[in-house]
């Protein structure tokens, strides 16, 4: 049941849902008309008709439904596993429904039409349909299911495209108003012929038996349910055998057919696919570590998503893989969520003045680096930095306050000593250049820079609390003390290095200043100059704190005094 290349299909595929989705404008623009009258609302079928009704707008348009409803089921049918996200799965149930749904609707127009040379129009249909709340409502229903197949279908396929985040809304407004203009149009067009029809639709050529069309209409529920029952009963037939794929924690066997993501989800593995398996990211990618010569070569669209990340010839697209021999392979992006761990209640740390360590953390250059990068790889690699931040923090006693773009604010010392929560962001500060080193290592093939970081921390009192409206509100600190932090952080930016902390802070920490490189900085409305400490490598500090035999006392007064 294998059509074409795959990229071919892929086409073909966006092709004809393009031709249907051009159908449903024009017939639901016509449905909206009914707002104006249906007087109006005939007039434009006629004009729709020329095209949609010729030969070849007829051929088109069929030609392009049954090949549409082909592929999704080679589509189904090559899946090999119903495990899938719920907008996935939607799209598939919107789809195969939608056909069972207009049957009657299309036999009744269309087929007696094609039989006859005559079908009804607006003046007929409308009472018929309005008369009958079942039919009425199953044909609301297919009118919303098919839009919302179509919409489904265009969001997977621009979603990846550098230009939809511009034109979201435009596309969102669009999405909502086609379907809810044409039921409107509907319902009022229906409502102004409850008088009943104008004089001049008393005419009405023979018709086609309702036996023959009942017979037709019968005949297609068949035809549809027989494809769809046999491409389930091809799915669970199985005729091509097993291969064994080996996890770093597990083997599974799957039968031959299967791809990679694929048999990861059957097997309940979590394994990342932002772009639904279709070869448009590279967040399934994996390394195979044995068993590769064996296996059918990158298609075209996997070739050029591995190129675009400079990926090393052992790593191939989860979603594009499917295995024909054994193989072994090391999933190279986790699954695991990020940012789910535990934040301190509104009773903990709400409302109330505490000395605490401020850290700021960003990323040098991000901007130019998203732009070389795909989109959903840049959503993915920013979210494994906020997940190293945030493991840093948490797991050396502090807390995150916030992701600002590329930045993260984190804050020490709720339930602790000044002198803890100090030594607690120097820990912090180490893990989190040590954890930026790692993400480097493992983004090498696919980054022209390594990621770079700049720091900034001070220490003082703050204002801790829940601030915000709503849901909006969140913990946060406000104070002196935070404004010194950032102005640190760009003054680290400034002099190329990977932290700019005060004086203060290193104090507290018990740590000494002695023969260290310090500069001391205005802040912007804060009077006297800051004590600030440049270090190049963040893990300078772990020697002095391994040395360390005790904590320091609090300086005799706050710098800048």
């Given at each position: 049941m294998k059509l074409a290349s795959s990229r071919s299909r892929k086409r073909l595929h966006?092709?004809?849902?393009?031709?249907?989705?051009?159908?449903?404008?024009?017939?639901f623009s016509n449905h909206a008309l009914g707002l104006i009258s249906v007087d109006a609302m005939e007039?434009?079928?006629?004009?729709?008709?020329?095209?949609?009704?010729?030969?070849?707008?007829?051929?088109?348009?069929?030609?392009?439904?049954?090949?549409?409803?082909?592929?999704?089921?080679?589509?189904?049918?090559?899946?090999?596993?119903?495990?899938?996200?719920?907008?996935?799965?939607?799209?598939?149930?919107?789809?195969?429904?939608?056909?069972?749904?207009?049957?009657?609707?299309?036999?009744?127009?269309?087929?007696?039409?094609?039989?006859?040379?005559?079908?009804?129009?607006?003046?007929?249909?409308?009472?018929?349909?309005?008369?009958?709340?079942?039919?009425?409502?199953?044909?609301?229903v297919a009118l919303v299911l098919a839009w919302a197949h179509g919409c489904l279908g265009a969001w997977f396929w621009m979603r990846g495209r550098s230009w939809y985040p511009r034109y979201f809304l435009v596309f969102y407004t669009f999405a909502v108003l086609v379907p809810l203009l044409a039921l409107l149009g509907f319902a009022v067009a229906a409502r102004s012929l409850e008088g009943g029809l104008p004089s001049a639709s008393w005419f009405r050529p023979p018709r086609a038996s309702s036996e023959t069309l009942g017979h037709i209409r019968l005949s297609i529920i068949a035809g549809l349910l027989a494809m769809i029952g046999g491409t389930l009963i091809a799915r669970a037939v199985p005729v091509r055998g097993k291969i064994r794929i080996t996890y770093p924690d597990r083997a599974i066997s799957v039968a031959?057919?299967?791809?990679?993501?694929?048999?990861?989800?059957?097997?309940?593995?979590?394994?990342?696919?932002?772009?639904?398996?279709?070869?448009?990211?590279?967040?399934?990618?994996?390394?195979?570590?044995?068993?590769?010569?064996r296996q059918?070569?990158?298609?075209?669209?996997?070739?050029?998503?591995?190129?675009?990340?400079?990926?090393?010839?052992?790593?191939?697209?989860?979603?594009?893989?499917?295995?024909?021999h054994n193989l072994s392979i090391s999933p190279i992006l986790g699954a695991d969520n990020v940012g789910h761990k535990a934040q301190p209640?509104?009773?903990?740390?709400?409302?109330?003045?505490?000395?605490?360590?401020?850290?700021?953390?960003?990323?040098?250059?991000?901007?130019?680096?998203?732009?070389?990068?795909?989109?959903?790889?840049?959503?993915?690699?920013?979210?494994?930095?906020?997940?190293?931040?945030?493991?840093?923090?948490?797991?050396a006693g502090g807390v995150i306050d916030k992701f600002i773009g590329d930045g993260a604010l984190a804050i020490f010392g709720l339930h602790t000593s000044i002198e803890d929560a100090c030594a607690q962001a120097l820990t912090a500060t180490i893990r989190i250049a040590r954890g930026v080193d790692v993400l480097n290592r493992n983004f090498m093939s696919e980054l022209d820079k390594p990621l770079r970081i700049a720091m900034g921390m001070h220490a003082g009192p703050a204002i801790i609390g829940h601030i915000g409206y709503g849901k909006a509100s969140a913990l946060t600190a406000v104070g002196d003390t935070i404004n010194a932090a950032s102005r640190l952080e760009g003054f680290a930016k400034e002099y190329d290095a990977q932290l700019a902390v005060s004086a203060d802070v290193v104090r507290y920490a018990g740590l000494t200043v002695d023969g260290r490189e310090s500069y001391n900085i205005a802040i912007r409305g804060r009077t006297g100059t800051l004590e600030t400490l440049i270090v190049h490598n963040a893990d300078e500090f772990e020697g002095l704190m391994a040395a360390s035999s005790g904590k320091g006392e609090a300086p005799a007064q706050p710098s800048g005094s």
């Open positions: 966006l092709l004809t849902g393009a031709c249907l989705g051009l159908f449903l404008l024009t017939h007039k434009v079928r006629g004009v729709f008709n020329v095209v949609w009704r010729s030969w070849p707008g007829t051929a088109l348009l069929y030609g392009s439904l049954l090949v549409h409803f082909v592929l999704a089921l080679e589509s189904l049918y090559r899946r090999q596993t119903l495990r899938m996200p719920v907008r996935e799965a939607l799209k598939i149930v919107f789809g195969l429904s939608f056909p069972f749904l207009i049957v009657g609707h299309v036999v009744s127009t269309r087929i007696e039409w094609m039989l006859t040379g005559y079908g009804d129009g607006y003046y007929e249909v409308l009472p018929a349909l309005w008369s009958n709340s079942l039919t009425a409502t199953r044909q609301s031959k057919g299967f791809s990679v993501l694929e048999a990861s989800r059957a097997a309940g593995i979590p394994h990342l696919s932002i772009c639904g398996g279709r070869g448009r990211c590279s967040t399934c990618r994996v390394r195979v570590t044995e068993g590769l010569e059918p070569a990158a298609n075209e669209a996997e070739r050029a998503t591995l190129t675009r990340i400079r990926a090393p010839d052992n790593v191939r697209l989860a979603c594009q893989l499917r295995p024909t209640t509104e009773h903990e740390a709400a409302g109330r003045e505490r000395k605490i360590a401020v850290l700021f953390c960003d990323l040098r250059d991000f901007t130019l680096l998203a732009q070389q990068q795909l989109p959903f790889d840049t959503v993915f690699l920013l979210n494994r930095y906020f997940e190293t931040i945030g493991e840093a923090v948490e797991g």
